[in-house]
């Protein structure tokens, strides 16, 4: 069974809710042993529910199972001397520290930057925050709706201007979690050469307002103020939710060709008035639209997709997240995993989304995972490890 590229490192995840536990995942993902310490009532999402699923008593939060898979759980009172000196310990061993405190915490906690270079200078910490660690706003705490809401992305996502929606996931601390990792795997590599550990920053503001893309420059070039456009592209056309005779068709046409490909398949004019171009298309969408559900209206949606992929039109159909687990492709992937969880028995959880392979073409992904791990669950053998390193 491969380890993953990470084997050997350890990462003490002190981070709660979703954005740094997210990051210390995927660490364990690739192959890092990853110790969370949680206080005595454990991780804040152990709470988050429903649903809840186990037997009466021992029952576990899924939002808390989605983000904790290949983790150890050890409980630490962090107001008590002889906790703190567990996680002192741990983290003269770690070479990853994962936290998402708001700033401040961690020196009131007596582990400020300079405590943790003289513990282990060769520590690498990442640090999140709701929207950032200075400047005027920073100490604000951040969830992740207030997040997307400052950030920004709440503005442009909705049906029209003033039907402002969050996006269907916390995709703020998702992308401070990703992006939290790969700064960490930055700072390991740089350690090889320096020596040294550094510190990682990042935050949800961040993530979310680097995540704008093109509606950041059509502000910031263009001056334009994006809004919400629903299920359209605000700069190409056709690219969108089309309805058909019995559901909803996703088509997207990213050029000329394409436009004309999908026009050909369905007997349209592609140099129609108004819809020659791309730019005439984005101007003239309710006449696109118009016409493009007058020919899907006559065809349910298996025929719509089947007559676009002959074509070579990229189009597809909006699943429903217990079609997403059953689908083939999605199995093909690796995107479902099953452990064995002590409680729950045999769960299965969403997975990684990256898979490795060896220039020999042989996949070398870890091929085991373990499961979201109990409250205190490894209490002892982490304890025990600890004493077995003293004096080494």
């Given at each position: 069974?491969?380890?993953?590229?990470?084997a050997?490192?350890?990462?003490?995840?002190?981070?709660?809710?979703?954005?740094?536990?997210?990051?210390?995942?995927?660490?364990?993902?690739?192959?890092?042993?990853?110790?969370?310490?949680?206080?005595?009532?454990?991780?804040?999402?152990?709470?988050?529910?429903?649903p809840?699923?186990?037997?009466?008593?021992?029952?576990?939060?899924?939002?808390?199972?989605?983000?904790?898979?290949?983790?150890?759980?050890?409980?630490?009172?962090l107001?008590?001397?002889?906790?703190?000196?567990?996680?002192?310990?741990?983290?003269?061993?770690?070479?990853?520290?994962?936290e998402n405190?708001?700033?401040?915490?961690?020196?009131?906690?007596?582990?400020?930057?300079?405590?943790?270079?003289?513990?282990n200078?060769?520590?690498?910490?990442?640090?999140?925050?709701?929207?950032?660690?200075?400047?005027?706003?920073?100490?604000?705490?951040?969830?992740?709706?207030?997040?997307?809401?400052?950030a920004?992305?709440?503005?442009?996502?909705?049906?029209?201007?003033?039907?402002?929606?969050r996006?269907?996931?916390?995709?703020?601390?998702?992308?401070?979690?990703?992006?939290?990792?790969?700064?960490?795997?930055?700072?390991?590599?740089?350690?090889?050469?320096?020596?040294?550990?550094?510190?990682?920053r990042?935050?949800?503001?961040?993530s979310?307002?680097?995540?704008?893309?093109?509606?950041?420059?059509?502000?910031?070039?263009?001056?334009e103020?994006?809004r919400?456009r629903?299920?359209?592209?605000?700069?190409?056309?056709?690219?969108?939710?089309?309805?058909?005779?019995?559901?909803?068709?996703?088509?997207?046409?990213?050029?000329?060709?394409l436009?004309?490909?999908l026009?050909?398949a369905?007997?349209?004019?592609?140099?129609?008035?108004?819809l020659a171009?791309?730019?005439?298309?984005?101007?003239?969408?309710?006449?696109l639209?118009?016409?493009?559900?007058?020919?899907f209206?006559?065809?349910?949606?298996?025929?719509?997709?089947?007559?676009?992929?002959r074509?070579?039109?990229?189009?597809?159909?909006?699943?429903?997240?217990?079609?997403v687990?059953?689908?083939?492709?999605?199995?093909?992937?690796?995107l479902?995993?099953?452990?064995?969880?002590?409680?729950?028995?045999?769960t299965?959880?969403?997975?990684?989304?990256?898979?490795?392979?060896?220039?020999?073409?042989?996949?070398?992904?870890p091929?085991?995972?373990?499961?979201?791990?109990t409250?205190?669950?490894?209490d002892e053998?982490?304890?025990?490890?600890?004493?077995?390193?003293?004096?080494?």
């Amino acid at each position: 069974m491969n380890e993953g590229p990470l084997a050997g490192l350890l990462v003490v995840d002190l981070g709660r809710a979703l954005a740094a536990p997210h990051a210390a995942m995927m660490l364990g993902d690739l192959g890092a042993r990853v110790v969370k310490v949680e206080s005595p009532q454990g991780d804040d999402t152990r709470r988050w529910g429903p649903p809840f699923v186990g037997p009466a008593g021992q029952e576990e939060s899924t939002y808390f199972l989605s983000c904790n898979r290949n983790k150890e759980s050890v409980v630490l009172d962090l107001r008590l001397e002889a906790d703190l000196g567990v996680l002192r310990a741990l983290l003269v061993e770690a070479d990853v520290l994962v936290e998402n405190f708001r700033p401040g915490v961690l020196e009131r906690l007596g582990l400020g930057l300079e405590v943790l270079r003289a513990l282990n200078p060769r520590l690498v910490v990442l640090s999140i925050t709701g929207f950032g660690h200075d400047g005027p706003d920073g100490g604000r705490a951040g969830y992740d709706q207030i997040a997307q809401g400052e950030a920004g992305l709440m503005s442009l996502t909705g049906a029209a201007p003033g039907e402002e929606q969050r996006v269907g996931v916390p995709v703020g601390d998702l992308l401070a979690g990703m992006n939290g990792a790969v700064g960490v795997l930055a700072a390991l590599h740089e350690r090889e050469r320096t020596g040294t550990g550094q510190v990682v920053r990042t935050s949800l503001l961040a993530s979310v307002v680097a995540a704008h893309s093109f509606q950041g420059t059509r502000w910031t070039v263009a001056g334009e103020v994006p809004r919400a456009r629903g299920n359209h592209h605000p700069s190409i056309a056709p690219y969108g939710l089309f309805r058909a005779g019995d559901g909803a068709v996703q088509v997207a046409c990213g050029s000329e060709a394409l436009w004309r490909a999908l026009c050909s398949a369905l007997g349209l004019d592609p140099g129609a008035e108004g819809l020659a171009t791309n730019d005439e298309r984005v101007r003239n969408r309710n006449l696109l639209v118009a016409r493009l559900e007058a020919s899907f209206a006559e065809r349910d949606v298996g025929e719509v997709l089947e007559l676009l992929s002959r074509a070579g039109v990229p189009c597809g159909v909006v699943r429903t997240l217990d079609e997403v687990y059953e689908w083939e492709q999605t199995r093909s992937q690796g995107l479902v995993v099953t452990v064995d969880h002590e409680t729950l028995g045999p769960t299965s959880l969403p997975g990684p989304p990256l898979r490795l392979f060896g220039h020999d073409g042989r996949e070398r992904t870890p091929g085991a995972h373990r499961p979201p791990p109990t409250l205190g669950r490894h209490d002892e053998s982490v304890r025990e490890w600890l004493s077995s390193r003293v004096g080494r």
